[in-house]
């Protein structure tokens, strides 16, 4: 479903951003849409970063930050 969508740019970006979508065959809708799909979703984020991914779940759900402080505490003393 396409939703419409108003933006506030300076006048010399939307003349510039005209000229480029006429002189590569396309629209301002496609070119902004074009680089607004290129944000990579959560997903993507986690699917790009397999360490994060490996590393998911592997803290027991039932710690809470205080009990990862009070661990923090007791490995370096403080």
């Not at 970006?13 to 301002?28: D, G, S």
Request: proline share 5%; hydrophobic share 30%.
């Amino acid at each position: 479903m396409d939703t419409k969508l108003t933006v506030r740019v300076p006048r010399q970006v939307l003349k510039n951003a005209k000229r480029y979508a006429k002189e590569n065959h396309t629209t301002l809708t496609e070119l902004i849409s074009s680089y607004l799909q290129q944000i990579p979703s959560q997903e993507d984020l986690l699917n790009n970063a397999p360490l994060v991914r490996q590393l998911t779940g592997t803290l027991s759900p039932n710690l809470s930050r205080e009990d990862y402080q009070k661990y923090l505490d007791e490995k370096y003393g403080r």
